[in-house]
């Protein structure tokens, strides 16, 4: 494996993106559902509480407050089915993707980069959002860190990815939200660019190599502060997809596709992206 302090020519040849906050807001349904399913078990959960858990799977979860306030029925696999069932319903009916996250992956693709998607979420949830987002076909291999012995911060999920992509780790950048993911992406050997839900005041992010306020703020300027590049192999692949394309809102006829998740108006994207800057959304580089 390559060091952690490779310089530019460190090439990048594939993309690993995180789900759960990182292409939807799903964050705050997150922690809405939680706290209602382990509130009916007499359990008192904070924001802050769940929030140092985001990014761990599910199962673990359970069993972190399970082993804080044991409770005997139900069981904990039918507290995760219903927490994560909460989850799907709630993203079906109120989910938003995220600002940029279509344009990223255009953007990326346009570079030829491979595209992953590696989840703490299981499967099932995977399949929801990849489904009535839009972004469903956009990645190569998708991976759930619920066929892994260890979920995140182990680096098992982004290594798998990277062994079924058959890119080397350390030639591959992750987009992550969640201490534990970043922690995750980096024991791996990845790159890592966080784009946290509340980025700290001091434009750190546990560890990540970039910090950005916004996946719109992806571009060109992202790679010197990284301290990498795109590989030629990268380059040489034929660009696809178009930004409506990315974001499916045209079908394969030309026409418009059907949308169950909100978002901005691809117009209203592309006039917020001409007014930003150079290093548009950059919080910090570390």
């Not at 804080?68 to 927490?83: T, Y």
């Amino acid at each position: 494996m390559e060091s952690q302090g490779a310089g530019v020519n460190r090439p990048i040849e594939a993309v690993v993106f995180d789900m759960d906050g990182v292409l939807v807001d799903s964050e705050p349904l997150w922690r809405e559902v939680e706290q209602e399913v382990f509130g009916g078990l007499g359990i008192l959960v904070t924001d802050e509480d769940l929030e140092r858990t985001m990014g761990v799977r599910i199962n673990e979860v359970v069993a972190l407050w399970r082993s804080l306030h044991p409770w005997e029925e139900p069981p904990p696999e039918e507290v995760e089915r219903r927490i994560v069932d909460g989850v799907a319903r709630a993203i079906r009916e109120r989910g938003v993707v995220n600002d940029g996250a279509g344009e990223a992956i255009a953007y990326f693709r346009g570079l030829g980069m491979r595209l992953a998607l590696a989840s703490s979420s299981p499967f099932r949830l995977i399949d929801t959002v990849l489904a009535v987002s839009g972004l469903g076909g956009q990645f190569e291999v998708v991976h759930s860190a619920e066929e892994e012995v260890l979920g995140k911060p182990d680096p098992a999920v982004y290594l798998t990815t990277a062994r079924k992509l058959g890119v080397p780790p350390e030639r591959c950048l992750a987009i992550e939200d969640s201490p534990s993911g970043v922690r995750s992406a980096r024991a791996a050997g990845m790159r890592c660019v966080a784009v946290p839900e509340r980025p700290a005041p001091d434009g750190e992010f546990h560890g990540a190599d970039l910090v950005l306020e916004s996946l719109a703020a992806a571009g060109d300027w992202m790679w010197q502060a990284l301290g990498v590049r795109p590989s030629q192999t990268s380059r040489d692949r034929t660009t696809v997809p178009t930004e409506e394309e990315a974001m499916g809102t045209k079908d394969k006829g030309g026409g418009k596709a059907s949308k169950k998740v909100a978002q901005k108006s691809l117009k209203e994207k592309r006039q917020a992206k001409k007014s930003k800057d150079t290093k548009p959304g950059q919080i910090s580089a570390r």
